[in-house]
């Protein structure tokens, strides 16, 4: 099956820093991948969509200028926090999508964030 | 490897109950979830197992055989709106998710 890797799986940071999460199909091209947030025990929460190539979409209350997205090419997207403060500990997961007509994601690890 | 099962896609009747299995094969156990997801919609959270057994909320009901690497979701008196892909995810010893690749159910009148 696709198969969908994030790196790293796990981040300590001091607040004020930014730290960059990368997203990658090993073995597919992903025209779209989401990035999500996950709180413990709760849904995970759509921050943005991102095509390979255009500009990602966020989702509502989601700061495009904090929680930078790239989607350079089919196969990797990264997602960075900027200026990093406790209150963005959180789990980030990553998922992906080889065609826009499909509705099948396939789900990265999930990234820890921890921010001192 | 690590590895979850699902079964790709079920059909069921709308009134009926329908029980979703999903087995797996991971590297520590922290933890095994169910979601519900609708197309084009994020993952809604439904249950998190931990201990062997039996965990009901409402409609929805989660087991748990840690022994036997195995789970089901049970969806009672099924509604059309519960047509959607239910997602297994098992926590492994790095805390990192493990996922499967989703059942598809199909529900009719």
């Known amino acids: 099956g696709a198969v969908v890797s994030q790196h790293p799986s796990r981040v300590i940071c001091k607040s004020g820093t930014s730290v960059k999460i990368e997203c990658r199909s090993l073995?597919?091209?992903?025209?779209?991948m989401f990035w999500y947030r996950q709180f413990p025990k709760q849904s995970l929460m759509l921050m943005a969509t991102?095509?390979?190539?255009?500009?990602?979409?966020?989702e509502q209350g989601v700061e495009k200028d904090k929680f930078l997205i790239n989607h350079a090419s089919l196969t990797l997207s990264t997602l960075t926090v900027t200026s990093a403060h406790p209150e963005d500990s959180s789990f980030y997961i990553c998922?992906?999508?080889?065609?826009?007509?499909?509705?099948?994601?396939?789900f990265g690890p999930g990234t820890r964030l921890l921010v001192l | 490897g690590q590895n979850i099962d699902q079964p790709t896609e079920m059909t069921a009747t709308e009134g009926a109950i329908v029980q979703i299995n999903c087995t797996y094969q991971?590297?520590?156990?922290?933890?095994l979830f169910w979601y519900q997801q609708h197309a084009g919609e994020a993952p809604t959270f439904l249950s998190y197992?931990?201990l062997d057994g039996l965990e009901e909320k409402g409609r929805f009901s989660s087991f748990l055989s840690r022994s036997k690497g195995y789970s089901y979701l049970l969806l009672k008196e099924l509604q059309m709106k519960d047509s959607a892909s239910y997602l297994c995810?098992?926590?492994?010893?790095?805390?990192?998710?493990?996922w499967g690749a989703g059942t598809k159910l199909i529900i009719k009148p």
């Open positions: 998922s992906a999508k080889s065609d826009r007509a499909t509705e099948t994601q396939y």
């Open positions: 073995d597919f091209q992903a025209t779209t």
């Open positions: 991102s095509n390979e190539g255009s500009k990602a979409t966020y």
């Open positions: 991971t590297s520590g156990f922290n933890g």
């Open positions: 197992n931990v």
């Open positions: 995810a098992v926590m492994d010893s790095n805390y990192q998710l493990i």
